[in-house]
């Protein structure tokens, strides 16, 4: 009889005993494997004999009441768990009063919290029979045993869960248990009231559970909560959705009971639609006080009202622990306060959430003060005179006026945890008070109250005064207020702030808190009456100045390590700190636009804030322009009917008539140089302000240009030509620029001209050089466009002295006029270098003048030609497809005339040998191959005036050696590239480095010509680089980042062959990545690449140590060997010369790898010694005379190195005889191999490699000596139908090969 059977037997003739005995074991606390064991005898027993025991369960139960109360061990709980779960179904669960401590002891499993869920507790030795739990599944298990088990066995289980479980969802203890319990509750109540079970209605006066309000209180206030514990929320809006009936008042028309049917449902379809990451709490929170306030309407009972109020300030100490809920908490209450009419009650409600309020905590602070908000929504006076005595307390002992005893003087106040509170109470009453009340109250009670405490030191109560003022200005917005109201004490309280964000007197470490809340409040402020100018410019200059000191943010755990660097006048600052900063100062700054939107008020603000827009400090320029741009983001929606940003009605402002934007030239003039400024933000956000003014401009101008469908053409034009401000590319910035001020200029009153010029040419001393270039390309551009509007009308002042030179006979004349040119270009160099461009080609000799006087001054020559290097490596230098541009090849005359000058020798040689050197040799890729011919030209020419001005005699006596200056213009341009680059390394070793510096980014540039010359160059830079470690690696990478670029593929191969120049050391250094590259190409369809990466790789191998190749020989062979039957002669050639130089490779650890490779190979070799193409049978020649030591025979090796000589004359049918009758003995083994692959040369294109192989395997088996000819694998018959076959070839010579071959099969 097995263990089961016994007990079942046990327990039916002898229950009583065998009960009292197990319950006896239970008691037994040091044994847990006694109480564990004793509880699955227990659960078997009620599962197997439950008909013994129907009249044993009340015994059971109160059995089981110590263990479930005392039990501490998780493993022993668990039993216990299972042993509840074998009563339900036999009905011990309605024995109501004696099941329920066993729903206390599941409810506590459901509250185990960390560390307890980690705990894990184990029973038994034996790993396999040891059983373990963790108090996460023990709260797991319990959860699912009451809200599955208990709940789908109802019928047996609602006695003890109805109305018990109303208890501890008012006890703290159970407050992890919540989702649970409420889940629970909300089954059954909706169960019992759909089926109109008589139980449901409970009468609560005579029941030992927790009256309706405070269910109510303590549910709604949970509800505030809802995403808690995954389902909080739905769970306790079905249960308040089941219990309606029984905790509301009827009402008429089924009153409370009936909306909450209505509405809960709703609630709990916002809750599900709502993803957490998205969840709106305000939202949220708005909804839960509007089912209060809507519940309380329906119940229209003041008593009720009082006894929810009573229910909700007794549990605010249910929250001590929760401050986001006891915040909700004291919202709600505050609602009730707001809705009874009771002044004793309310006093007495808002004393006790005073009292016991932590005010140390901001969360209760923020509570306690919308509660008093709510309350003073209907009871302004009663409020105020609560706060009146926290913030008006005299300095005395502790007295009898009730909980505000507590203040001892004015000055404690002013730092007292409760002053914190009383102050954002004071804000909250004044923003939820009736707006009829507000201002009234303000002037007599709120500002006498705030007055006292404005010059306080202590940051906490300077940061709750701000809070208080940004509530109060809140609420005296004409939005909110909904009439006129001027706050006479704004610009008091304005300075105030101030004062806190910036102290005249220097505060070390001012709290990040209070300076961005500081400008929150300030921006709520501005926007009231009256209008700002007053304190505008103390704002703006405070303000910007802190917004301009902040350095980079960085992350929180980051901050601690850095100290505020005050000698460099830069604060540090979190990263959440600085977007909230960020955030705070711009919308400020764009609410001093609304409160007076007009273009005046822009310009005074930027008036203000111009010297930030032209910091040389990168930080300060982009927040500038970026609050710039808002600000006018601002004004152009105030000068459209738009909504306020908040959603609200936008107020009737009394706009200046304004026809046209004031002084635009000043505006646009401080922008300009920030549309080409280096930082790519700067540039966006610079361009959309100009297009915003000019949107504004257009509003007030052309207001008919506006229609519904579209914007005007010229806001059109600048928004798509923005995108293009995000390449790096000054051409392309530059691009910008000029047709933004093509698009613009027409619009520009001719009184703004003048201006907008003169504001402009400060860009051109702009701190980056890029932006002074823009400003350049921008005044050069007006000028074009209205330039003879201009009194300085540079571009036509330009043209007319050219003009005037042509007719000038006095010498004097002449160069005053010259001076002339010099004394413009001082202040406006880059445009009179742009008008000498537009000079026609070839330039007249007074453009040629201008211009080297002009270099004279070296500063002007430095700028000049570094320009004209820009220009001809980075502008549109083709147009079209075909065509070379205008302007490059003007830039090309300039320069080269620019270079017969012998006075600038000194100065090309000190700063411009390397760039000139490099630009020269990029303008032939630009040139060669386009139209007009005359562009390749004038490369040449300059070229020659440059190696004349330097001295490179070498060069030129190079290029004077027949007709190389004229192949310069062709397409054999990159060869001559490579060896004026081998002379000018040798000339000026020093400045190869430069030169690299130089041309690097153009080995990726947009146009193919200047890639190859690049590529060309750094290719013969390799050969110059043996001391130069670093640059070479530079130049290394360079070109295997190249490697995928076809046009220059052919230079990078030969540049990194070239490497065997840089000896042995930098070789072996280098020699995987360089193999590597290079092998990728030996099998490249293109076949010249092929051809260039096996002659670099022959050269490699040559010196490369075999540790770095050994362990790729194989694969490298094997790369090899579908080369040596290619068509291209030279592919053939440089594969067998490739092969034959991996002869080192041998006799090292790859020796018996490279000896099978030998032998795989030896076939081909053979039969290509007598190739058609000599250089073809060369390389085979020379590649078996080097590994002749490798065939592992003295005879095999003797034999091939003395008859393979270079000088020695061969009969090669004589050699294969020779050689056919050692390599049949010598390698037997192999034989079949040999025959086999001449067998499949039978079908070679070529009829001498036919003929070879033919004559090969003829020789081969006439050789094969008779003894071994059975050992091996050969299959004459194969062999003799092959012969046979290739009998019948086309060529006469193949015929007769297979025969003579044949004849020697004789034996066979």
Partial sequence: MNFELKQEHLGSHFTE????????????????????????????????????????????????????????????????????????????????????????????????????????????????????????????????????????????????????????????????????????????????????????????????????????????????????????????????????????????????????????????????????????????????????????????????????????????????NDQEIKKSAMNLLGLVLQKSNKREFIKSKLDVMFLTLDHNAETSRVGCGQAFGFTAAAHLDLTLERIQEVMKAPAAAPSSRGFFSFIDSKKDVQATPQTNTALLCLGYMTAFSPKGQITSRLEVTTVPLLRPYLTTRSPLLQEHIIKCLDLIGSALHPNSLRTAYKFTHRDEFLKAIVEYMAPSVPVPDIPWNIRILGLQSARTLVRLDPLLPEIEKELLEKTSNIYLQLGEPVPLSELAKQQTDRKQQKLNIDVESYQKFSRNYNR?????????????????????????????????????????????????????????????????????????????????????????????????????????????????????????????????????????????????????????TLTIAPLFPEQELSVVVLEAIKGLSDSEASSSSGTCVFINTLYKARGQELLPKVGELVRSMLDAMSQITEEKTLNGTLNTFKSLAASHLLPVVDELLNSPIPHSIQTKRAAIVIAKDENLAVNMINYLILILNNSQLIEGETNVSTLSMSATCLLSELLESEELEVLIRKNFLPSLWGTLLLRFGTTIGYQPKTASEQAVGCLRNFLNLIHAHEITDLLNNGDRWKQLETQEYPHLVIEITSLMCKLFPDKIGETFDFLYPFLKGNFPGQRVSTAAAFSEFINNLQQHKDLLQKVINSFLLSLIDETIKIFVLRGLGNLVSCGQQQIDRLAPTIIDALMCSIDDANETLALEAMNGLAKIFVLVDESRVSHILVNICHRIRPAFDKKNDNIRAASFHLFGNLWKFGNGEAADTFYDQLQNNLPTLLLHLTDDVAPVAQACRQALRKMAPLFRNEEVSSFLSRVLEDSRQISFEDFYNELTKLLTTKYRDRVNYYVMTCIEYFKSSWTTIRCNAALIVGLTLKNLPLEIRKQITVNPAIVTDALVTLIKDRNPEVRAAASKALGKLHAY
């Avoid at 409370?256 to 809960?264: C, F, S, V």
């Avoid at 111009?610 to 929606?637: A, C, G, T, W």
């Avoid at 207001?703 to 914007?711: I, N």
């Fill in 17 to 320: 005993d065998l009960l009292k005995f197990l319950f006896t074991q239970l008691t037994d606390k040091k044994d847990v494997q006694t109480r564990a064991g004793t509880l699955g005898i227990l659960r078997q027993l009620i599962n197997r004999i439950n008909e013994h025991l129907d009249d044993k369960k009340e015994f059971i139960l109160k059995e089981l009441k110590t263990l479930s109360t005392f039990e501490s061990n998780l493993i022993v709980k668990k039993k216990l768990v299972l042993v509840v779960t074998a009563m339900v179904p036999q009905g011990y669960f309605q024995q109501a009063e004696y099941a329920q401590h066993l729903i206390e002891f599941l409810l506590k499993n459901c509250c185990l919290i960390e560390p307890s869920l980690a705990q894990v507790e184990t029973l038994g030795k034996n790993k396999k029979t040891a059983e373990s739990v963790s108090g996460q599944e023990l709260k797991t298990m319990s959860e699912k045993v009451l809200c599955h088990f208990f709940l789908n066995n109802l019928d047996k289980t609602d006695r003890s869960l109805w109305p018990f479980l109303f208890e501890p969802l008012l006890s703290t203890q159970y407050n992890e248990a919540l989702l649970v319990v409420t889940k629970c509750l909300s089954h059954i109540a909706l169960t019992k009231r759909e089926n109109e079970e008589e139980d449901y209605n409970l009468d609560f006066e005579n029941v030992n559970v927790p009256k309706p309000c405070a269910i109510i209180a303590r549910l709604i206030v949970l509800l505030c909560a809802p995403l808690r514990k995954g389902s909080l929320g739905i769970q306790i809006l079905e249960c308040l959705r089941g219990l309606a009936p029984l905790l509301l008042p009827p009402g008429d028309d089924g009153g409370a009971p009936a909306m909450w049917d209505t509405a809960l449902p709703k609630l709990v379809a916002f809750i599900e639609k709502t993803k957490s990451d998205s969840w709106d709490a305000n939202k949220w929170e708005e909804l839960t006080l509007k089912l209060l306030a809507e519940t309380i309407k329906r119940c229209n009972d003041d008593e009720w009202t009082l006894e929810l109020g009573e229910k909700m300030t007794e549990q605010l100490d249910f929250y001590k």
């Fill in 588 to 740: 400020m700054v764009t609410a001093i636009i609304a409160t007076d939107p007009a273009t005046s008020t822009f310009n005074r603000i930027l008036k203000n804030l111009e010297h930030y827009v032209r910091s040389n400090n990168i930080r300060q320029r982009d927040r500038m322009v970026f609050s710039i741009n808002k600000i006018l983001q601002k004004l152009v929606k105030h000068k459209t009917p738009v909504e306020e940003e908040d959603g609200e009605e936008a107020t009737k402002k009394t706009k200046k008539e304004e026809y046209e934007f004031e002084n635009i030239g000043y505006s646009i003039g401080v922008l300009i140089p920030r549309v080409t400024d280096p930082e790519e933000s700067i540039r966006l956000a610079a361009h959309e302000s100009i297009e915003h003014i000019i949107e504004l401009h257009m509003m007030l101008t052309q207001p008919e240009a506006f229609t519904e469908e579209e914007a005007p053409t010229e806001l059109q034009t600048l928004q798509s030509i923005r995108d293009r401000l995000s390449s790096k590319e000054m051409a392309a910035q530059f691009g910008v620029v000029q047709q933004t």
